[in-house]
C-alpha cells in the first residue's frame, strides 16, 4: 500500500499468495477429512468421547458451548461440578489426545482469515478474470474459492466439533487457570457455521462481481468440453489419422491450458460459485446456460476424496428459503430428473468413445513415438476426458440416486469394461515415461527455435505479424497468404523486465543440455520460476489501472499459455500426468475398486487389462500432503513381518480373512492401502491364471491317461468281438472314441472348453507379463513371481495328489501312470513360457528336487515318503503272507495261487523293470537313495533283533561250534535251540528287502545310463580301476563304494547297510568288529543254523517262477549280505586303529 492509502497491486503479491493459500487448502482439507472419519468410527475416535462416565459432561458442554468456562459462576454450581469432576481427573490425558484436533481447528480460522484477507484484496484491485488468457490467475482464484467452501461444509459435517473443542478448552482452563485465547473466535466460527452455505452466502456478497467475472469466463470452455459422444465421433476428436497430411504439424490451441482442464473442476466451480453468487443468475443468460448444463450433469459431487454433496438438495434447501426464488426450485427439480434419467447413459456413450479412441492413440504413439512430440496436447486432452468419466461413475456408483419421479437405469453405473479404459490410461502414461526425453528433445527446440523468436519479437518492438516472422526465421520461408496484423502496447518496466527474462531464458537453451543434463555441473531444466514469473505477470495485467492490460493483448496471453505448457513437456511431464490421469481417489473407494476388479477377471475379454488395477495402486500417494505426515509414515514393523518378498516384490496380505474393504472404516495409513491393494490384485491375478492352468493341466492328464497301454485292451477285445459275429445278426458292441477325436472340427466356429482356457490364459498372462515390476510406495512388485510362486506351490499339490495314495485301502497310482501325468502336467507348464517371460525350469528344479526329499520345504509329505512308505508297508509287508514271491525268473515281485482281480495289491504291476525305471525317474538319485536307506534301516532293525535270539542261544551256539564234526551230537544240541522259525523268519524278511533294493538299484542304474551315459561311464570307469593298494585304505574304497550304489551299481560291499549298521551300533566298542570276540561268531553261527534249519527243512523250487516256494531264496542274500558288511566294517575299523597286522 502506498503513502497515499491506495493499494499498489505489484506489492500485493496475488500470485504467491494464492499458490501458497492453495497448496495450504488441501493440507487442511486433508487434515480436517482425517478427523471427521476418526471422529465417525468409535473404534478410531478418542476412547473418552465415547466413555459413559463422561457422557453426561459431554452432553453439559456441549449444550452450553461455546460458553466453557471454569470460573462463570453457573460453572461453579455444585450439580455442574459434580458432572465435570470425571473431566478433571483426566484433564491432562484429554489435552494431549485432543490437542491435535483443536489446533487443526484453530489452523483452519487462520486459514479463514487469510483467504478471506485475500479475497477483499482483490476485490480493492478489481482484477479481471477470464479462463482464456489469465488461466493461472483464475484457475486459482476459482480453486481457492472451491477449497474453502469445501473445507467449511467439511467442518459442519463432523458431528463431534463441538464436544472436542468445549473438552479441550475446559480441561486447558483447569490446567492453566485461562481459557485458550484462541477459543473465543474459535467457538464463534463453529457457531457462525452451524449452517456453512447460508453464512458463505453471506461471506462473498461483497466478492460475487469477481466471481461471477470468473464464472463466465468459463462460457467459452465449458460448454464445447461438455459435449456428447456423438459430437466427438463426428468431429474425430483426440485421432490422430483424421487428417494425414498435418500428422506432423503440432497440435495448437486457443486455449492450451483449458483443452486439458477437468470436467469436474469447472463443474465444480460453476455449481459452487452460483450457490453462493446466486444473485448472477438472474442478471446473465450465459450464468443460466452455465448453471443448467452443470445440474444436468450431475446428481452428485465431490467435496474432498470420498465425501460428495447431494448438488440438487443441497440447491434446492438454499433457494426454497429465498423470496423470489420458486421458478429457481422447480428448474433444480427439472434439472434434478434429468440427471438422473440421462447422465448415465450420457456418461456411458463418452465412455465407450475413449476406449477407442485412446486406444488408437495408444497403437499409434506405440508404433510412431515420435509424434508424442507435436501431438502431446491429445495425449493429455484424452488423459484428462477419461479421468473424468472415471471419476464420476466412481462417486455416481457409490453414492445413489435421490428418489424422485423417475428412476436411473442401473445399467448405467455398472461398467464392466471399464478396465479397458483404465488399461489405456496407463499405457499413454508408460509411453510418456518411457519416451520422456523424445518429448523433452522436440520441446526444447520448440521454445529455443520458435517460441522464443515470436516472443522475442513481441518484446522488442511489437513488429507486423511476428507468428510469420518467426517461422521465416525458423524454416526460411514465407507465406504471402497470412495477413494477420497486430500490435502490443508498450510494456511498463516491470513488465519488459519479466518477459525479457522469458526470452532470455528460452534463447539459452540447447538440446544438448537436454540429451545429457550436464549433470557434472549440476545444471537441469527447471522452468517453475518461469512459470511463477508468468503467474506475477498476469497478476500485474489483469488488475484496474494496469499499463499494460492483458485482455486487451489476448495474443501474448495465447502465447505464454502455449510456452508454459511447452515448458512442462520438458521439465515437469511427471506433474502434468498426474494433474490429468491422477486416479488416487480409488484409494477411497475400496469395494469399488475390488468389485471392478472381480468383474474384470470374470470376464476374458477384459483379463488381459486386470493389470491397470496394481499399477493404479501406485497413484495413492498422491493425494497425500505434507502437511498431514502420519497418513505417509512408513509402515509398522509388525506389517512388514507379514510382508514376503519373492523377487523383490511383496507378497503377503496383512491379514487374508479381511478385505481391504471392510478395513476402510479405520485409519490406515494410504500407503498400507496401496501396498495391501497392489498385494492383493497380484496375488489374485496369479491365483486365477493358476486355476487355469490347473484346469488344462487336468485335461490333458485325462487326454495322456487315454494313450495308456491298458486302455488298448478294451479295444482289442471289441475287436475280437467283432470278428467272432460278424456273420451272425448279433449287435455288434459299439467302438469307443480313439484318442484324438476331440481335435477332429466340422467346423472353426466350434470352441471347445480348452479353446476358452487358453484363451483365458492367453489374456490373464497379457497382463501379468505387462510389465516386470511395479513400483509403489517405495516397494517393488514383480508380477512374474507371485504367478511363479503360485505355480510352484500348485504343482507340489498336485504331484503329491496324483499319487492318490490312501493309507486305509494301501491303494496308490502306479508309477508309470503318475509319470505320464507329471509329464503331461509339465508339458503344460512348459507352454507358459510362450505367454509369460517365466523360467519354468527353475519351478521344475525348485519342486521336483524337494519331492526326492522326504518332505518339503513346508513339512508336507513328498511322493519320495509316500512311495517310500508303500513299498515297506504294504507291498514288501504282504511279501510274507504268503501271497506274493519273488520270481528271479521275471525279475519282479509276482501274486502266488490268488487271483489277480481279486487282490488290492498286483505285485507285478509295481515291482517290475519298467515300473521301477518310472519310480526311479520320480524320485531321482536322492529319492531312490531315501528308499536305499529306509530298506537298509529296517534290515538293521531286523540284525537287532536276530542279536537278542543269538544272546538267547549263546551257550547252544558255543557248543555247536565246537562239535561241528560230530553230526550226531549236532542234531541233539540242535534240538535245544530257541525260537528257530523266529530266526528264519527274520532272515526271510532281510532277503526279501535285499531282493528289492537290487531291483530299485537296477532300475536307477538303467535310468541314469539313459539319462547321463557320459558321467555314469565316467563313475563305472572310476569304480572298476580304483587302485586297491595300502595308501588307498578301506575308507577311501567305501567312499567310492558310495557313490557307485548312489548311481545303481553293485558293489562287493553295501555301504548302505554298513552305515545302517554302524548307526546301531554307534554305542559298541571298537572290539565289537574285530573277528575274535564272540560277536562276530553269533552272527555267523546264526547264519549257519539258518542254513541248517533251512536244509533241514521242506522245500519246494518253482520251475514258472524259478523260485523256492517258501521263500528259501532270500536266506543265502541275507546271510552274504551280512558277513560281507561285519567283514568290510572289521577291516575299516581295523585300519582306523591302526590293527595294520590283521589279516
Not at 211 to 220: E, F, G, K, N
Not at 709 to 726: D, F, G, L, M, Y
Not at 823 to 840: F, P, S
Request: aromatic fraction near 10%; proline fraction near 4%; charged fraction near 20%.
Amino acid at each position: 500500500m502506498s503513502r497515499t492509502g491506495q493499494l499498489i497491486p505489484s506489492q500485493q503479491k496475488l500470485a504467491e499468495k494464492l499458490t501458497v493459500l492453495n497448496d495450504r487448502a488441501m493440507g487442511m482439507l486433508t487434515r480436517i477429512y482425517n478427523i471427521k472419519k476418526a471422529c465417525g468410527d468409535v473404534k478410531s475416535k478418542p476412547a473418552f468421547l465415547s466413555d459413559k462416565n463422561l457422557e453426561g459432561a459431554i452432553k453439559f458442554i456441549v449444550r452450553k458451548f461455546p460458553h466453557v468456562d471454569s470460573k462463570n459462576n453457573y460453572w461453579t454450581m455444585p450439580f455442574v461440578q459434580s458432572q465435570l469432576q470425571q473431566v478433571n481427573n483426566i484433564k491432562g490425558e484429554i489435552m494431549k489426545q485432543l490437542s491435535l484436533y483443536y489446533f487443526t481447528f484453530v489452523d483452519v480460522m487462520d486459514f479463514k482469515d487469510h483467504v478471506s484477507e485475500l479475497l477483499t484484496t482483490m476485490d480493492a484491485c478489481n482484477v479481471h478474470f477470464d479462463i482464456t488468457t489469465n488461466y493461472d490467475l483464475t484457475k486459482g482464484y476459482l480453486d481457492l474459492i472451491i477449497s474453502y467452501v469445501s473445507l467449511m461444509l467439511l467442518l459442519a459435517r463432523i458431528d463431534d466439533r463441538k464436544a472436542v473443542l468445549g473438552l479441550y478448552n475446559y480441561a486447558h482452563d483447569l490446567t492453566h487457570g485461562k481459557v485458550d485465547q484462541n477459543f473465543a473466535r474459535l467457538g464463534q466460527m463453529i457457531l457462525d457455521y452451524e449452517q456453512p452455505l447460508k453464512k458463505l452466502q453471506e461471506e462473498f456478497t461483497p466478492h460475487s462481481k469477481l466471481v461471477a467475472c470468473a464464472l463466465l469466463s468459463l462460457h467459452q470452455v465449458y460448454p464445447r468440453r461438455n459435449l456428447p459422444a456423438e459430437q466427438w465421433r463426428q468431429a474425430q476428436m483426440l485421432s490422430l489419422v483424421s487428417a494425414p497430411g498435418q500428422m506432423l504439424n503440432p497440435a495448437q490451441s486457443e486455449t492450451m491450458p483449458c483443452e486439458y482442464l477437468s470436467v469436474e473442476t469447472m463443474e465444480k466451480w460453476i455449481i459452487f460459485g452460483f450457490l453462493l453468487c446466486h444473485g448472477q443468475l438472474t442478471q446473465s443468460d450465459s450464468a443460466v446456460q452455465l448453471w443448467r448444463l452443470a445440474l444436468s450433469g450431475n446428481y452428485v459431487i465431490t467435496l474432498f476424496r470420498d465425501e460428495v454433496l447431494y448438488i440438487h438438495k443441497t440447491v434446492e434447501g438454499v433457494f426454497e428459503g429465498i423470496k423470489g426464488y420458486s421458478k429457481r426450485v422447480t428448474e433444480t427439480k427439472e434439472c434434478a430428473n434429468y440427471a438422473v434419467v440421462n447422465a448415465g447413459p450420457f456418461h456411458r456413450e463418452r465412455r465407450a468413445f475413449l476406449r477407442t479412441a485412446l486406444k488408437e492413440l495408444v497403437m499409434i504413439l506405440a508404433d510412431q513415438p515420435g509424434l508424442l512430440g507435436p501431438k502431446a496436447l491429445f495425449v493429455f486432452m484424452g488423459l484428462s476426458f477419461a479421468r473424468d468419466e472415471v471419476l464420476w461413475l466412481l462417486r455416481h456408483s457409490e453414492n445413489p440416486a435421490p428418489k424422485l419421479n423417475k428412476r436411473p437405469n442401473p445399467v448405467d453405473y455398472e461398467d464392466r469394461q471399464l478396465p479397458e479404459l483404465l488399461y489405456y490410461m496407463e499405457e499413454l502414461r508408460g509411453l510418456l515415461r518411457k519416451y520422456n526425453q523424445v518429448m523433452q528433445r522436440y520441446y526444447v527446440q520448440y521454445l529455443n527455435g520458435f517460441d522464443s523468436i515470436v516472443l522475442n519479437n513481441l518484446v522488442q518492438n511489437g513488429l507486423h505479424q511476428p507468428r510469420l516472422r518467426a517461422r521465416e526465421s525458423f524454416n526460411s520461408k514465407r507465406n504471402p497468404t497470412c495477413q494477420e496484423d497486430w500490435n502490443l502496447s508498450v510494456c511498463p518496466e516491470d513488465e519488459s523486465i519479466i518477459m525479457s527474462s522469458f526470452v532470455n531464458t528460452m534463447n539459452g537453451l540447447s538440446v544438448k543440455q537436454g540429451t545429457t543434463l550436464l549433470f557434472e555441473e549440476g545444471e537441469i531444466f527447471d522452468f517453475r520460476g518461469m512459470r511463477l514469473d508468468w503467474f506475477r505477470l498476469q497478476a500485474y495485467t489483469s488488475v484496474s489501472r494496469a499499463q499494460l492490460v492483458l485482455r486487451e493483448n489476448p495474443d501474448l496471453a495465447r502465447l505464454m499459455n502455449t510456452i508454459t505448457f511447452h515448458t512442462y513437456m520438458v521439465d515437469s511431464l511427471d506433474e502434468m500426468a498426474k494433474e490429468t490421469s491422477d486416479l488416487s481417489n480409488f484409494c477411497f473407494y475400496g469395494r469399488l475398486f475390488e468389485q471392478y476388479f472381480q468383474w474384470c477377471l470374470e470376464t476374458p475379454s477384459q483379463m488381459r487389462y486386470s493389470i491397470s488395477f496394481p499399477l493404479i495402486c501406485s497413484h495413492f500417494m498422491n493425494c497425500t500432503h505434507e502437511i498431514c505426515p502420519e497418513e505417509v509414515v512408513k509402515p509398522m514393523l509388525s506389517y512388514k513381518q507379514n510382508l514376503r518378498t519373492a523377487g523383490g516384490s511383496t507378497r503377503e496380505r496383512k491379514s487374508q480373512d479381511t478385505s481391504f474393504c471392510d478395513r476402510q472404516s479405520k485409519r490406515h495409513h494410504i500407503g498400507d492401502r496401496s501396498l495391501s491393494q497392489a498385494n492383493f490384485f497380484l496375488d489374485e491375478m496369479a491365483k486365477e491364471a493358476k486355476n487355469i492352468i490347473t484346469s488344462i493341466c487336468d485335461e490333458q492328464c485325462k487326454l495322456g491317461d487315454q494313450l495308456l497301454p491298458k486302455n488298448a485292451a478294451k479295444t482289442i477285445s471289441i475287436a475280437i468281438e467283432r470278428k467272432r459275429n460278424q456273420n451272425k445278426a448279433k449287435k455288434l458292441p459299439q467302438e469307443p472314441d480313439k484318442p484324438g477325436r476331440e481335435s477332429m472340427r466340422r467346423s472353426r466356429t466350434d470352441v471347445t472348453s480348452m479353446d476358452k482356457l487358453y484363451l483365458m490364459l492367453t489374456e490373464l498372462c497379457s497382463a501379468i507379463n505387462y510389465t516386470p515390476s511395479i513400483q509403489v510406495w517405495e516397494h517393488t512388485f514383480a508380477p512374474r513371481e507371485y504367478l511363479t510362486q503360485h505355480l510352484e506351490s500348485r504343482f507340489t499339490k498336485a504331484l503329491v495328489g496324483m499319487v492318490m495314495y490312501n493309507p486305509d485301502s494301501g491303494e496308490i497310482a502306479k508309477p508309470s501312470e503318475l509319470l505320464n501325468s507329471v509329464e503331461a502336467y509339465m508339458g503344460v507348464l512348459q507352454t507358459i513360457e510362450n505367454y509369460v517371460h517365466l523360467d519354468i525350469t527353475r519351478v521344475f528344479n525348485n519342486v521336483l528336487l524337494q519331492q526326492t526329499q522326504p518332505q518339503d520345504s513346508h513339512g508336507d509329505k513328498t511322493i519320495t515318503a509316500l512311495y517310500t512308505n508303500w513299498y515297506l508297508e504294504v507291498l514288501l509287508r504282504r511279501v510274507s503272507t504268503g501271497q506274493i514271491m519273488f520270481s528271479p525268473n521275471r525279475h519282479a515281485f509276482v501274486n502266488v495261487g490268488v487271483d489277480p482281480n481279486q487282490v488290492a495289491v498286483n505285485a507285478e504291476e509295481f515291482s517290475d523293470i519298467s515300473e521301477l525305471r518310472s519310480l526311479a525317474e520320480l524320485l531321482g538319485p536322492y529319492g531312490m537313495k531315501f528308499l536305499n536307506e529306509s530298506l537298509m534301516w529296517h534290515i538293521s532293525s531286523q540284525v537287532a533283533e536276530l542279536k537278542k535270539l543269538v544272546t538267547q542261544n549263546k551257550d547252544v551256539l558255543t557248543t555247536l561250534r565246537t562239535h561241528f564234526d560230530k553230526p550226531a551230537l549236532m542234531a541233539e544240541h540242535f534240538n535245544r535251540l530257541r525260537d528257530v522259525d523266529n530266526v528264519l523268519k527274520r532272515v526271510t524278511i532281510v532277503g526279501v528287502i535285499l531282493s528289492f533294493k537290487t531291483l530299485a538299484q537296477e532300475a536307477l542304474n538303467d535310468v541314469l545310463k539313459k539319462r547321463i551315459p557320459f558321467l555314469m561311464s565316467s563313475i563305472i570307469d572310476f569304480q572298476k580301476h580304483f587302485p586297491e593298494t595300502p595308501e588307498n585304505n578301506m575308507v577311501r574304497v567305501e567312499i567310492v563304494n558310495e557313490m557307485a550304489s548312489a548311481a545303481g551299481l553293485p558293489c562287493d560291499v553295501d555301504p548302505a547297510l554298513c552305515a545302517a549298521l554302524r548307526v546301531q551300533k554307534s554305542g559298541a566298542g571298537a572290539e565289537y568288529f574285530l573277528p575274535q570276540p564272540f560277536h562276530m561268531r553269533r552272527q555267523i553261527w546264526a547264519g549257519w543254523v539258518t542254513l541248517t534249519v533251512f536244509f533241514l527243512s521242506h522245500h519246494f523250487l518253482s520251475t514258472f517262477f524259478f523260485s523256492f516256494l517258501n521263500y528259501k531264496y532270500f536266506i543265502p542274500l541275507c546271510t552274504t549280505a551280512q558277513f560281507g558288511c561285519h567283514i568290510g566294517m572289521s577291516i575299516t575299523l581295523c585300519v582306523l586303529i591302526g590293527l595294520n597286522d590283521y589279516s
